[in-house]
């Protein structure tokens, strides 16, 4: 038993992510720009990747500074993207990806060791995560918390990118931009949009799928990211199918596809 005590600090990661990432994420489904957080991701982690060389070990409060710097400027270009060409947004986001990811392997092309940081953007180290290192995490979940009971719609919206921009930040650093997407987007899509279950069901699942690839991870000798956003799926579909028969053998309504 002691020799898994070490695994409660990335499930504690995990927790913090599955409680601040889904109900951004969710929104981010509900304003249809799904793109976004993945070009803001791929920024905040081009800023990292930049920081390493021109500003190490610089942060404010856990976050990079350079990450969070390009993740606000994504941020800008992702609101003026909506404002000024919304019927194009997708395809412009898109871009903005694209930009962020070759800018980023340019960055280490020169670097010997330039394919193990591009490829640590992309799958983190989840299992690696320090204590210290989820104070910021707290922080920043208990800000989402605030906003998501905030009852006026126009703080609401006027917060939820700059909020999103320093979530990504801080979690694409910790677990990589795989990870992060799939916390965001798998279980509110699959439990909320899909089938109408409501966000503390689906951040449960997503984190049952967090412990399972961390487990497998330690357990198999296997890469954390690939087997955390593996088992997020998988439990998000199993989740479906739990919740479904259940309801079926309650006699309850089953919520529909929407």
């Not at 019927?87 to 670097?111: K, Q």
Request: hydrophobic residues 55%; contains cysteine; aromatic residues 6%.
């Amino acid at each position: 038993m002691a020799d898994w005590l070490w695994l409660l600090t990335p499930l504690g990661a995990s927790l913090l992510m599955a409680l601040s990432l889904v109900p951004l994420g969710h929104r981010v489904l509900a304003r249809g720009v799904v793109f976004a957080d993945l070009a803001i991701a791929q920024w905040a982690a081009l800023g990292s990747l930049a920081g390493l060389s021109l500003m190490p070990d610089q942060t404010i409060a856990g976050l990079p500074v350079s990450g969070l710097l390009l993740a606000l400027l994504a941020v800008g270009l992702v609101s003026l993207i909506l404002k000024l060409v919304p019927d194009y947004r997708e395809a412009m986001i898109g871009t903005l990806y694209v930009l962020g990811a070759s800018l980023a392997t340019l960055v280490v092309s020169n670097d010997p060791h330039g394919a193990q940081q591009l490829a640590r953007t992309l799958n983190g180290d989840l299992l690696w995560v320090t204590g210290l290192s989820l104070i910021p995490l707290v922080v920043v979940t208990l800000a989402v918390m605030l906003w998501q009971i905030t009852d006026s719609d126009r703080i609401r919206s006027a917060l939820f990118l700059p909020l999103f921009a320093v979530t990504v930040t801080l979690t694409v650093d910790m677990a990589g931009i795989y990870v992060v997407f799939a916390t965001l987007i798998a279980a509110p899509l699959a439990l909320c949009h899909l089938r109408g279950y409501g966000l503390p069901v689906a951040s449960g699942f997503c984190f049952a799928g967090h412990g399972l690839g961390l487990w497998l991870s330690s357990s198999h000798d296997i890469p954390a990211g690939p087997a955390v956003v593996v088992s997020v799926i998988v439990c998000c579909l199993a989740g479906i199918l739990f919740l479904t028969k259940s309801a079926v053998a309650r006699g309850d309504s089953i919520p529909e596809t929407r």
